[in-house]
């Protein structure tokens, strides 16, 4: 099984509408991320979690919010969805350095 | 402003070529990570280079640090179909708390 599994793995939404990417983890680690992915651009920090109260704004986090409910699980919400969101997102932990990386969601807001 | 500038973008070769894909930066790092990303899946780690001049051998890859720890290079030896993939550079600066800065990637096609 997966160390870091998200869900759904492909979604289409319509603008103005409240979606919720789901990630969880088996590693036990204590340090979550939440990626964008543009074509062109690379990797981009939204949110961050060093542990379940600790919750932080990375480089790009308007339009988005994120929940820890538990240590191994990290949502992250787009509250009204706009079409310069559809991108690639990635859920991430890490520890001693090295991060991993769930398989990704395709997400598309038309 | 991108602080890790990552070229070339593109890179299209036949089976058995070398290459060379460099990281860049005006600031220093206290590491630098390569990652290897295929379609449909997410980045996953190669490499971590932490001290200025580092050299690291992964089978046919070579991995170089910049002695002002501002810069590192991937260096494929004789490129194979199956190193086709997004390469991308992530270093970790003084103070950000370990977090990730990555470059834009390298989206390296090997044909055979």
């Known amino acids: 099984d997966a160390d870091v599994t998200q869900t759904p793995r492909n979604r289409i939404t319509k603008t103005g509408k409240r979606i919720m990417l789901e990630c969880s983890q088996t590693?036990?680690?204590?340090?979550m991320y939440w990626y964008r992915q543009d074509p062109g651009l690379g990797l981009r920090l939204i949110y961050y979690?060093?542990?379940?109260?600790?919750?932080n704004k990375g480089e790009i986090s308007d339009g988005y919010s994120v929940s820890r409910q538990a240590q191994a699980k990290f949502s992250l919400s787009l509250e009204s969805a706009i079409p310069n969101q559809t991108a690639l997102y990635f859920c991430a932990t890490s520890a001693f350095g090295e991060q991993f990386f769930g398989p990704g969601t395709r997400l598309t807001v038309l | 402003t991108q602080l890790l500038e990552q070229s070339p973008q593109f890179l299209s070769i036949q089976e058995g070529e070398n290459l060379t894909v460099y990281c860049n930066s005006s600031?220093?790092?206290?590491?630098l990570q390569w990652y290897r990303q295929e379609p449909g899946e997410g980045p996953v780690l190669l490499v971590t280079?932490?001290?200025?001049?580092e050299v690291k051998k992964l089978k046919r890859l070579t991995f170089q640090f910049g002695d002002a720890r501002k810069d590192s290079s991937l260096h494929i030896t004789a490129a194979q179909p199956g190193d086709t993939g997004l390469y991308l550079c992530?270093?970790?600066?003084?103070?950000?708390?370990?977090?990730?800065?990555f470059g834009k990637g390298t989206k390296l096609s090997v044909k055979p």
């Open positions: 600031s220093v790092f206290s590491s």
């Open positions: 992530a270093g970790v600066k003084g103070g950000s708390q370990g977090n990730l800065i």
């Open positions: 590693k036990g680690h204590d340090r």
């Open positions: 979690s060093f542990d379940v109260k600790d919750i």
């Open positions: 280079v932490v001290t200025g001049g």
